[in-house]
C-alpha cells in the first residue's frame, strides 16, 4: 500500500527532527521519549539517515566522520545565525521621572556585529575540509632528532664529530674513501703467504760430486 503525501511529509519531519537529536548526541532512547515515539522506530530512522547520509557524500565516509560532519554542520548554522542577530540594532529603555511624571526614552544603537562568530565559522569550515582530505598535505622536512637544525646539517656535523674523534685524525669521506674502504678486506684475503709465494724465477741447480 503506497504512501501518502502525508504520512511521507510527516515521516520527512520526524527523520530531520531524529537526526538533529542524534548529531547533538541524544541517545536512542532519550530521542523517543522527547519525541513520542518509540525506540525501534527511532533505530529505523536512523538507518534510513544514516544511508541518505552515505549517499549524499562525495567519498565514502565512514559513519563517525559522517557523524562528525553533521556535528560541523550544525554548528556552523548556528554560529550563521548568532553572526546575523549581533548585527542587529540593540534597543533599550530608559525610564525617566520628575516625581509627578514618569518618561521612557528609547535608545538604539547600531550594531556592526560580533566577529567572534566569524571565527567560529572559520574553524568549522577548516575542520571540514580536513575530514574530507581537500587540503593539499604539509610539506616537514626531515630535521635532526631534537628538531633544532636541518638534517642533512646534523649529518654532517655527526660525521665531523666522528672524523675528529679517530686515531688518525680528520679525514675526507667521499666516493673514493668508500671505495679504498671496501677494498681492504679483498686485499686482505688475496695477500699470498711465505710459503705459497710463487715466483717465475729458475730453481738453483742442485750441485754434483764431479759426475759429466
Given at each position: 500500500m503506497p504512501v501518502s503525501r502525508a504520512k511521507k511529509a510527516e515521516m520527512v519531519r520526524r527523520r530531520r527532527a531524529v537526526g538533529d537529536l542524534f548529531v547533538q548526541g541524544h541517545s536512542q532512547i532519550a530521542i523517543a521519549d522527547q519525541l513520542g515515539i518509540s525506540q525501534p522506530t527511532v533505530s529505523t530512522d536512523l538507518k534510513a539517515i544514516q544511508k541518505q547520509w552515505r549517499e549524499a557524500a562525495v567519498r565514502d565516509f565512514?559513519?563517525?566522520?559522517?557523524?562528525e560532519l553533521r556535528k560541523l554542520d550544525a554548528l556552523e548554522l548556528e554560529s550563521w545565525k548568532a553572526w546575523q542577530r549581533s548585527q542587529k540594532p540593540s534597543q533599550e529603555a530608559i525610564l525617566t521621572t520628575d516625581g509627578t511624571s514618569q518618561r521612557t526614552q528609547?535608545?538604539?544603537a547600531e550594531q556592526v556585529g560580533d566577529v567572534r562568530f566569524l571565527e567560529q565559522i572559520s574553524k568549522c569550515i577548516a575542520a571540514r575540509r580536513a575530514l574530507l582530505g581537500l587540503d593539499a598535505p604539509t610539506k616537514v622536512a626531515p630535521t635532526s632528532p631534537d628538531g633544532s637544525e636541518a638534517y642533512h646539517c646534523?649529518?654532517?656535523?655527526e660525521l665531523m664529530r666522528l672524523a675528529e674523534q679517530s686515531?688518525?685524525?680528520?679525514v675526507v669521506i667521499d666516493a673514493e674513501a668508500i671505495e679504498r674502504e671496501s677494498q681492504l678486506p679483498r686485499l686482505e684475503q688475496s695477500k699470498p703467504?711465505?710459503?705459497g709465494l710463487v715466483t717465475d724465477e729458475m730453481p738453483n741447480p742442485v750441485p754434483t760430486s764431479g759426475v759429466t
Open positions: 565512514d559513519e563517525q566522520r559522517e557523524r528609547k535608545k538604539v646534523h649529518v654532517m656535523s686515531s688518525v685524525g680528520p703467504t711465505a710459503e
